[in-house]
C-alpha cells in the first residue's frame, strides 16, 4: 500500500515557477514508477510527467518538454516536479501517482495507476 500526498502548489504568474513535492508513504515505494497528472475544469485527466523506480528513465507530455521536470528521492520517499515557464493553460489540479508497473509501455497510461494522492491546485495568471 502506498499513500501519497501533495504540496506546493498556488497562484504564480505566466512566466513563473513552481514546485510540487510528493510525499510517500510505504516501504515498496522505491519499487514503483511515479507520475504527475492535471486536470483542468471540465477536461479529463491528463499525463504530464512519470519516472521510472530508479530515475533512470523519464517521460514527459509534449505540452510540458523542456518546461518541466520529474525527479524523485527514494531515500526521502519524495517526488518532485520542477515547473518553469509556465502558462495560463498550465492551471488544473495536479496529481501524484504510483504504479507497479515498469515498462516504459505504461509510463503514460492512467488506468495503470493505481495509487493517487488528494491533488494541489495550480493557478497561472496572465
Known amino acids: 500500500q502506498v499513500q501519497l500526498v501533495e504540496s506546493g502548489g498556488g497562484l504564480v504568474q505566466a512566466g513563473g515557477s513552481l514546485r510540487l513535492s510528493c510525499a510517500a508513504s510505504?516501504?515498496?515505494?522505491?519499487?514503483?514508477?511515479v507520475g504527475w497528472f492535471r486536470q483542468a475544469p471540465g477536461k479529463e485527466r491528463e499525463f504530464v510527467a512519470a519516472m521510472s523506480w530508479n530515475g533512470g528513465s523519464t517521460y514527459d507530455a509534449d505540452s510540458v518538454k523542456g518546461r518541466f521536470t520529474i525527479s524523485r528521492d527514494n531515500a526521502k520517499n519524495t517526488v518532485y516536479l520542477q515547473m518553469n515557464s509556465l502558462k495560463p493553460e498550465d492551471t488544473a489540479v495536479y496529481y501524484c501517482a504510483a504504479s507497479a508497473y515498469g515498462s516504459y509501455t505504461y509510463a503514460r497510461d492512467i488506468a495503470k495507476y493505481a495509487y493517487w494522492g488528494q491533488g494541489t491546485q495550480v493557478t497561472v495568471s496572465s
Open positions: 510505504g516501504r515498496t515505494f522505491s519499487t514503483y514508477t
